[in-house]
Structures are given as structure tokens and as C-alpha cells.
């Protein structure tokens, strides 16, 4: 389970909001995140990824603190090893599609099942610039997984793909999130259909 | 015509310029971090050469390192090493002086560079010298050879500050625009041609080959 309680300031064009939250996230299961836009979800995925910190509070994965300001404990995202998709995808202009994977995973079998996961077996060789903003989201997704992370944070995952490769997508990741045990936070703007792929809701006000 | 200035200036720059990548890359890393109140001030020092008539530096890098003063006669008696009018002068010199055109541009480049970018890799459980060396510096390749190439070129044209430091001694710290200057001193106006005319077409073929190596990586090839 993730026991968060955080407390952080956010920049808004009018000064400033406090993102709180206090919630239990389910380990091993699908949680979409909702919320108004600005309302503080990238800065939720952030902050459990280590990349932010927050003015106070702690963050407990299966009972192990990643985060606690009081204690001053505040484990690096290198220690977190989450694995996380980028609203702007975050991709290596220097690599090719294969050596974003291989960055992190050595297992070539497990590189493959992701390219076939991720329709892009024909663009091993492709550097991000020579494939469209789909190609590109699908890589970032297939990057976030390579790690076999323990918890993957998704920040608008599906949001370039069309309906029926978004449907095939969908489908075959939350097979391999169910398999490799992962906990998965999504942040959308547009709430998944009953069963699509999130088990649970959390909003962010 | 005496080539020996023409080697020496190229021998000075192409020293420079690998000392400045040794150290500019980290210290631009560095830099392009977070800003702080420290940093501020070291950026400001590190730039101030860009706008310091070369002769004020040069003024006071020789009443430094002069015999004659406490860190110069330090030098000499206990490491034997003497920096004024001496060839490891010119590279030291010529090391401070260029330092903005080899750190500026880096820096530039990884300010401009998106901060998920790196995050990205941290969040892979690599760590920040593992991020520099196979995302950040890859990515900013053209701009490292921006910079390289121009801390080339601006060395290979000093003049000022080299003559207050090294003076005017044939062999040791006599480089190629010193040479200008005392061939047209002695009105020897044919060497100074000579030697004008290499160092223009050397510089050209250096800006020219960053024009051409950079011209699909960004905007101008100079940024």
C-alpha cells in the first residue's frame, strides 16, 4: 500500500495553492487521478517519484518511508525507481527507440515483448524525432516499464493515441502491470470507462 | 617568414582549449543548476573577461604572479615554476581569459535542455554523472564544439593580455599576433601581412567548419 500526506505549494498565476493530500493507494492495482487542470496532479506523481518534495508530510510504500520531512528522510528517484511517462514524454533525442529500452533493461527478450506491447517493432532503429507524437508517446510508455518498476506513475499516458491502438495499448500494459505486479497511479483528464484499465479513482481538488 | 609564432599560437590554443573542456563541462554543469547567490557571483567573475579590456587582466595576472610579490616569489621558490613571461603563463592566462566563451555556451545549451529529460533517466535509477555522460552531454553536443571552436579561435587571436604576461621572447611567448605587432613595429609590413593573412584564414576555416558541422542542429551555428 502507498500511505501519502503531503502538503505543497504550487505556483499559480495568481500566487500561490496548496496541494493536500492524504490518501492510501492500493499496492498491485490501477488508480486513475483526476482533477481539474492545475489542480496539482503532475506535482502528486512528482513528488512520489522524488523529483519534488514537498513544504511537509511522508510517503510510505508497503510500510518502507521513501519520505518523511519530519525525520528528514527523503529517499533520491534513483532509489524510488519508479517509473514515470512524461506529459512531454521527457525522450532521449540522442537514442534510438532500442537503446531507450536498453537504458534500462539488459533482458532483450523483455525488450521485445515491449516493442510488440507497444506496436513499434518496425521502429527499433528510429530516433525520437523521426517518429510522430503517438510513436513517440507509446516509447515513453514502453521506457517507464523497462525498469520493472515497483510503482509506475503515468501523467496523461494515451492522450496522443487514436481510440483502437489506444484500446490494444491499454489492454496488453495492464496485463503486464498485473503480471509484474506493479502499483500504477494514472493522472487523465478523460476518466477511463469501467474496466478499461483503472481499478480505482482518486480526485485531486 | 618564421613560423615558429603560428606554431606557438596554435600549440597555445589547442592546450587551452582541452584544459577549458576539462574543466568548463563540469563547471558549466554545475552552474546550470539551480541558481544561488554564490553562483551569481561566480558566473559574473567567470564573464567578466568578455567585457574586461584584455590589459587590465593581463595588468593584474602579472603583478600576481610576478617574482616580486608573495603568491609569484611562492611559486618560483617552492615549486620552481614561474608563471610571468614563460609559455605556462600564456596557458594560464589564456586559460581565464577564455574561460566565458567555453563555459557561456554550455551552459546555455543544458539551461535550454528539458528538466524531464534528466529526470527521466533519474527516475531509471541512474545517477547524475551517469545522466551527464549518456543524455545531457550527448545532447549538447553541437554547443560543446560551438564552444571548443571558439575558445580556439578567441585564444588564437589574443593580444593583450598575452603581451602583458609573456611579453615579446622569440620561441617561448612570441605567438602570432605578437608577431604582427613587432613586424609592423620594426615596419616590416610584409610579415605582418604574412602572418595577418594565416591567422584570417585559419579563423575562417574554424568558423566556417561550425557553420557547416552545426548547420542543422540549431538556430545559428554560433549559439
Not at chain 2, 615579446?168 to 593573412?197: C, F, H, Q, W
Request: proline share 5%; charged share 20%; hydrophobic share 45%.
Amino acid at each position: 500500500m502507498i500511505e501519502i500526506a503531503i502538503k505543497k505549494k504550487i505556483k499559480t498565476y495568481n500566487g500561490f495553492d496548496l496541494l493536500d493530500v492524504k490518501s492510501n493507494f492500493a499496492s498491485r492495482g490501477i488508480t486513475q487521478v483526476l482533477g481539474n487542470s492545475g489542480a496539482g496532479k503532475t506535482t502528486l506523481l512528482k513528488i512520489l517519484a522524488g523529483l519534488l518534495l514537498p513544504e511537509e508530510g511522508y510517503i510510505r510504500v508497503d510500510n518502507e518511508t521513501w519520505l518523511d520531512t519530519k525525520a528528514n528522510i527523503c529517499l533520491s528517484p534513483q532509489k524510488r525507481q519508479t517509473g514515470f511517462v512524461f506529459q512531454d514524454y521527457a525522450l532521449f533525442p540522442n537514442m534510438t527507440a532500442e537503446e531507450h529500452l536498453r537504458y534500462g533493461s539488459v533482458d532483450e527478450e523483455y525488450i521485445n515483448e515491449l516493442f510488440r506491447i507497444g506496436r513499434l517493432e518496425k521502429f527499433k532503429r528510429h530516433k525520437p524525432r523521426q517518429l510522430s507524437g503517438g510513436q513517440q508517446q507509446r516509447l515513453a510508455i514502453l521506457r517507464s516499464v523497462s525498469t520493472k518498476p515497483r510503482i509506475l506513475l503515468m501523467d496523461e499516458p494515451f492522450s496522443a493515441l487514436d481510440n483502437d491502438l489506444k484500446g490494444a495499448i491499454i489492454s496488453d500494459l495492464k496485463q503486464l502491470i498485473r503480471r509484474l505486479e506493479m502499483t500504477c497511479l494514472v493522472v487523465t483528464h478523460q476518466p477511463f470507462r469501467e474496466g478499461e484499465f483503472a481499478d480505482f479513482s482518486f480526485r485531486v481538488d | 617568414m618564421d613560423w615558429e609564432p603560428i606554431w606557438l599560437s596554435l600549440r597555445l590554443s589547442l592546450i587551452t582549449t582541452v584544459i577549458l573542456l576539462v574543466i568548463g563541462l563540469p563547471v558549466a554543469y554545475w552552474l546550470s543548476r539551480k541558481s544561488s547567490i554564490p553562483k551569481l557571483i561566480l558566473e559574473a567573475i567567470i564573464t567578466m573577461p568578455l567585457v574586461l579590456p584584455p590589459s587590465v587582466l593581463g595588468f593584474y595576472l602579472l603583478i600576481t604572479f610576478s617574482p616580486q610579490n608573495a603568491l609569484g616569489r611562492w611559486l618560483q621558490e617552492t615549486l620552481d615554476v614561474q608563471l610571468v613571461f614563460s609559455f605556462g603563463g600564456l596557458i594560464m592566462a589564456s586559460v581565464i581569459y577564455s574561460l566565458p566563451f567555453m563555459i557561456n555556451p554550455i551552459k546555455s545549451a543544458l539551461v535550454q535542455l528539458p528538466d524531464s529529460m534528466a529526470e527521466a533517466s533519474y527516475t531509471m535509477g541512474k545517477s547524475k554523472k551517469q545522466t551527464l555522460i549518456h543524455i545531457l552531454i550527448p545532447n549538447i553536443k553541437s554547443s560543446i564544439l560551438t564552444a571548443a571552436v571558439l575558445t580556439f579561435a578567441h585564444t588564437l587571436g589574443e593580444f593583450g593580455v598575452v603581451l602583458m604576461i609573456g611579453g615579446n621572447i622569440p620561441g617561448v611567448t612570441k605567438v602570432a599576433s605578437i608577431a604582427i605587432y613587432d613586424s609592423v613595429e620594426r615596419m616590416d609590413y610584409a610579415s605582418a601581412n604574412n602572418y595577418s593573412l594565416i591567422l584570417f584564414a585559419l579563423t575562417f576555416v574554424i568558423v566556417l567548419t561550425v557553420f557547416i558541422v552545426n548547420r542543422n542542429s540549431v538556430k545559428s551555428p554560433l549559439e
